[in-house]
């Protein structure tokens, strides 16, 4: 299975102006976008014994800690620090069910 739907799906949340990732790197959270992003990972699913594209887990792994990397950055611009802390634990438990924890 390639996985091309997710990682399409993945790679628009870190693209420039619009993707979820992007706009926390430049210090815009809303939790409209959070929602966005947390719909699309709900919907990857992979089976116990399926194998994985690199690239797929090379957009999953790196989200937990991109987002803790970005607290400061939303906090120097003002942004809704608690809302965007409290969504930090959902995205990270969202990926660990996707990647399951070892």
């Known amino acids: 299975m390639s996985y ?3 990682i399409e799906m993945l790679e628009a949340e870190w693209a420039s102006e619009e ?8 210090g815009q959270f809303t939790t409209n976008d959070v929602d966005r992003a947390l719909a699309k990972l709900s919907r990857i699913s992979i089976p116990e014994d399926g194998e994985v594209s690199r690239r797929l887990v090379s957009l999953l792994w790196y989200i937990p800690i991109f987002i803790h990397w970005q607290i400061e950055r939303i ?4 942004g809704d620090l608690e809302n965007y802390k409290k969504s930090i634990p959902t995205m990270t438990d969202e990926i660990e069910r996707v990647l399951v924890v070892p």
């Open 4 to 6: 091309e739907t997710e």
């Open 19 to 26: 993707g979820f990732f992007w706009r926390i790197r430049h």
């Open 75 to 78: 906090h120097e611009s003002g």
